[in-house]
């Protein structure tokens, strides 16, 4: 079975422009999280998901950034526009009801 | 607001030890907590998971117990070996927030051979 798919596992953009992730979640899973982890603060939960839903976004840090999520299938984070201080890797996660949250590789991002 | 710490940050022991790993959570209303192995450059497996009903759970060569009251949780890893290395990190799940984790910095494991 598919695990949790990220994309791109890697990206490297200048401060200023827009920035994409994308997130493939386990067919059937009704939750969906997206998480930011750096050296400094570990890992935050940023948003998450049910039934396509934004239940709490609490964690987003500023109006750069935005999450979607159109279908069951596929969830976008965005940030716009980027600033060093995003660097770092993102991962999201999904889960069926209250079972053990399965995560992607996760992209690294860089902003120079 | 529930902050979760892990102890030590990170620990280097001979194969074969029997090791524990810390955790202590502030806010003893938890749904459940959590253990988590973060390998290099990956994402997050799931290892085990205790209800907060309960008091440990085992998987092999892992247990990790449960002390509600005490707001502490620990992975006991016996028998260690080279493929155990990496990041263990655990989080708890808040009664209030379903499914939403709250996790600690995690302990970087290395065991050599």
């Known amino acids: 079975d598919a695990g949790v798919i990220q994309s791109p596992r890697h990206e490297v953009t200048e401060m200023g422009q827009e920035v994409t992730l994308r997130c493939k979640p386990i067919s059937g899973h009704d939750y969906l999280f997206w998480y930011r982890q750096t050296m400094m603060r570990g890992l935050e939960l940023l948003i998450y998901f049910n039934n396509n839903v934004p239940i709490d976004d609490s964690g987003m840090p500023e109006d750069r950034f935005s999450a979607k999520m159109p279908n069951a299938s596929f969830s976008t984070l965005k940030i716009q526009p980027s600033e060093p201080r995003d660097s770092a890797v993102y991962f999201c996660?999904?889960?069926?009801?209250?079972?053990?949250?399965?995560f992607g590789d996760g992209t690294r991002l860089s902003i120079l | 607001k529930q902050e979760v710490t892990q102890i030590p940050a990170a620990l280097s022991v001979p194969e074969g030890e029997n090791l524990v790993l810390n955790c202590s959570f502030t806010?003893?209303?938890?749904?459940?907590l959590q253990w988590f192995r973060q390998d290099p450059g990956k994402g997050l497996t799931s290892l085990l998971l205790?209800?907060?009903?309960?008091r440990e759970q085992t998987s092999g060569r892992l247990n990790a117990s449960l002390d509600k009251s005490s707001g502490r949780s620990t992975l006991y890893i016996a028998a260690s070996q080279p493929g155990d290395s990496a990041t263990y990190l655990c989080?708890?799940?808040?009664?209030?927030?379903?499914?939403?984790?709250?996790f600690g910095a995690g302990t970087r494991l290395a065991v050599h051979p």
């Open positions: 996660a999904s889960a069926l009801g209250n079972q053990p949250q399965h």
């Open positions: 806010d003893s209303a938890i749904y459940n």
């Open positions: 989080a708890a799940q808040a009664s209030g927030g379903y499914n939403k984790l709250i």
């Open positions: 205790i209800q907060s009903s309960q």
